[in-house]
């Protein structure tokens, strides 16, 4: 099982501030990497595939890189909204796909 | 547009059993594989199941490997996981899940859409 490592695990940032989140496989996992965000009480929604491809509709300010086992999320300029829990998932290889145990963004 | 919604979540007791179901709805159901993927409350995601768009091949987690059964009907545009011999370490919020892309061999992919989740609580 490949084994998926985030950090920091809390970041506390303030609005307008760009912010980098990252993300570690435990083995290579190509460019099948994804990332989710996740609000309380909210489903996980698709942000990122194929470690820089954006889902449709998702903001321009969010951008991926990286490849292999290292990979980072980017948010430009934090917006009020953008404060949620972030899961990076590898899809390269499974059963089982895995997900990182996730970064939250707090607000300072 | 695509529109997912579990249910059949709810309080059992350890060692009984619940069927949930995820309603699809605004895509070609039986064309696209599906996951189930749970969440402990406070803790972090974890893939469960997954079906392929056919209903023929299917995969599971070892935590859920005998117990749990995943299937669907894509007549009804309904997937279903059946949870037997349930236990505390169960309880959490599940989700369904549309996975982006399957190949004939591969069905673990991204996945790009998600249902809101329904709570099961495995507790005495």
Redesign the interface.
């Given at each position: 099982e490949i084994v998926m490592t985030q950090s920091p695990a809390t970041l506390s940032v303030s609005p307008g501030e760009r912010v980098t989140l990252s993300c570690r496989a435990s083995q290579s996992i190509d460019s099948n990497l994804?990332w989710?965000q996740q609000k309380p009480g909210?489903?996980?929604?698709?942000l990122i595939?194929?470690v820089s491809a954006r889902?449709t509709g998702i903001p321009a300010r969010f951008s991926g890189s990286g490849s292999g086992t290292e990979f980072t999320l980017t948010i430009s300029s934090l917006q009020s909204e953008d404060f949620a829990v972030y899961?990076c998932?590898q899809?390269n290889?499974?059963?089982?796909?895995?997900?990182?145990?996730?970064t939250r963004l707090e607000i300072k | 547009q695509v529109h997912l919604v579990e249910s059949g979540g709810g309080v059992v007791q350890p060692g009984r059993s619940l069927r949930l179901s995820c309603a699809a709805s605004g895509f070609g159901f039986g064309t696209y594989g599906m996951h189930w993927v749970r969440q402990a409350p406070g803790k972090g995601l974890e893939w469960v199941a997954l079906i392929w768009y056919d209903g023929v091949q299917k995969q599971y987690a070892d935590s859920v490997k005998g117990r749990f059964t995943i299937s669907r009907d894509n007549f009804k545009n309904t997937l279903y996981l059946q949870m037997d011999s349930l236990r505390v370490e169960d309880t959490a919020v599940y989700y369904c899940a549309r996975v982006r892309f399957c190949s004939s061999t591969n069905c673990n992919g991204y996945l790009d859409h998600w249902g809101q989740g329904t709570l099961v609580t495995a507790s005495s």
């Open positions: 994804a989710y909210q489903a996980p929604r698709l595939y194929g889902d899961y998932q899809y290889k499974g059963p089982p796909i895995t997900f990182g145990q996730g | -």
